[in-house]
């Protein structure tokens, strides 16, 4: 069974700065297959990125996704203040523990 | 453009089963590039896939919970369902139906908003 691990587990940044969100997973995989979510409280996960870097649809610029092997990031190229929520990436069935983004 | 929405009691007692349903509108459910899956989520925790459904009837569970689950597609309905059964405390979570689009970048989009189902007696 595959693990994903996230980190950190909460990054606090303030509005107009860089986030770098990290998932690391405990055997190498596909690309294909690693997808990240943002979660807002009180609503659904919304799909961001999916096959590790291609943006879903209507998802702004500013999200880019990265990453092969064991190795995957999600950057935020400046955050606005819609973007604080926790962010989760998931591979197959598997989920990772999330990364909450907080204003700093 | 496909929506989806969890129906079903919001409290169940311990050890009885919980049972959602999921209404498809915009599209099919017997379209053939999509599977349909529930995602639970315990209140202030992460995510856990329950299973996905094909419009066929095929399923696939996570296998800590294979044991309880089961789920139904209706294709006349546009509407498939969970059971889980013998639910405890633990299982007290919001429950989400979700479209799973497969290979070859596979992805749960769109989801449900979403219903809170809490095990209590």
């Known amino acids: 069974e595959i693990v994903l691990t996230q980190s950190p587990d909460t990054l606090s940044l303030s509005p107009g700065e860089r986030a770098t969100l990290s998932c690391r997973a405990s055997q190498s995989v596909s690309s294909s297959y690693l997808v990240w979510y943002q979660q807002k409280p009180g609503q659904a996960p919304r799909l961001l990125i999916y096959?590790?870097?291609s943006r879903a649809t209507g998802i702004p610029e500013r999200f880019s996704g990265s990453g092969s092997g064991t190795d995957f990031t999600l950057i935020i190229s400046r955050l606005e203040p819609e973007d604080f929520a926790v962010y989760y990436c998931?591979?197959?069935?598997?989920f990772g523990q999330g990364t909450k983004v907080e204003v700093k | 453009q496909l929506q989806l929405q969890e129906s079903g009691p919001g409290l169940v007692k311990p050890s009885e089963t919980l049972s959602l349903t999921c209404t498809v509108s915009?599209?099919?459910?017997?379209?053939?590039?999509?599977?349909w899956a529930w995602i639970r989520q315990p209140p202030g925790k992460g995510l856990e896939w329950i299973g996905n459904?094909?419009?066929?009837?095929?399923?696939y569970y996570n296998p800590s919970l294979k044991s309880r689950v089961s789920m139904s597609v209706d294709t006349s309905k546009n509407q498939f369902s969970l059971r889980l059964s013998s639910v405890t405390a633990a299982d007290t979570a919001v429950y989400f139906c979700?479209?799973?689009?497969?290979?070859?970048?596979?992805?749960?989009?769109?989801w449900g908003q979403g219903t809170l189902v809490t095990v209590s007696s």
């Open positions: 998931q591979l197959a069935w598997t």
């Open positions: 096959g590790a870097s």
């Open positions: 915009g599209g099919s459910i017997s379209s053939r590039s999509y599977h």
């Open positions: 459904i094909y419009y066929s009837g095929s399923t």
């Open positions: 979700a479209t799973a689009e497969m290979a070859p970048r596979p992805r749960f989009d769109p």
